[in-house]
T-cell receptor
């Protein structure tokens, strides 16, 4: 079974440009999460989808970030326009059952974003 | 509010020595606690989790962690380090298994 995949693995853009990150969850997982790790600090929660609906987007830093999950399958995270402080590693995770102690969030390898 | 503090961003041990990675948490509700490991170029992998059952939790690859409420700690241990244990380890807390609060990570180096 394929794990969570993320594309691209690395992205280098200039300040002011737009970048779109993609996450493909494990097949059948209704729950999809985005996290971000900035400058080797803690990994911070961004948002949680249940199918195509945003269940919790309390961690989204500002309106330059737009997450979508059309059709409830893969998700995209767009940053427009990118700022220097957006640099970091963006992780995606998925789980089968939301809020279950018996389930696990499975993480992808992350996308390393560098904004110059 | 919930948060996690991992003491020591880098820990170095010799092969065969005890591994001890420290994690202290802050939570306003009974917490659920997790340890994840990230090997180079891979995603985070769950090592173990505490879900209010036994306070001593055993995970994969010989790791275990003990929940100590009085100390608000959830330290990760392994009796004997292997070279393959070299990775970055993250402690996390959650109150609902959806939104995780992670620590800043500890890189474990294992010396031959």
């Amino acid at each position: 079974e394929a794990g969570v995949t993320q594309f691209p693995s690395h992205s280098v853009i200039e300040k002011g440009q737009t970048v779109t990150l993609r996450c493909d969850p494990i097949s059948g997982h209704d729950n999809l999460y985005w996290y971000r790790r900035v400058m080797g600090k803690e990994i911070k929660f961004l948002l949680h989808f249940v199918k195509e609906s945003k269940q919790d987007e309390s961690g989204m830093p500002n309106n330059r970030f737009l997450a979508e999950r059309t059709g409830g399958t893969y998700s995209t995270l767009k940053v427009q326009p990118a700022e220097l402080e957006d640099s970091g590693v963006y992780f995606c995770a998925s789980s089968l059952i939301a809020g279950s102690s018996t389930d696990t969030q499975y993480f992808g390898p992350g996308t390393r974003l560098t904004v110059l | 509010a919930q948060s996690v503090t991992q003491l020591g961003s880098h820990v170095s041990v010799s092969e065969g020595a005890l591994v001890l990675l420290r994690c202290n948490y802050s939570s306003s509700v009974p917490p659920y606690l997790f340890w994840y490991v990230q090997y180079p170029n891979q995603g985070l992998q769950l090592l173990l989790k505490y879900t209010s059952a036994a306070t001593l939790v055993k995970g994969i690859n010989g790791f275990e962690a003990e929940f100590k409420k009085s100390e608000t700690s959830f330290h990760l241990t392994k009796p004997s380090a292997h070279m393959s244990d070299a990775a970055e380890y993250f402690c996390a807390v959650s109150d609902n298994f959806n939104k995780f609060y992670f620590g800043s990570g500890t890189k474990l180096n294992v010396k031959p």
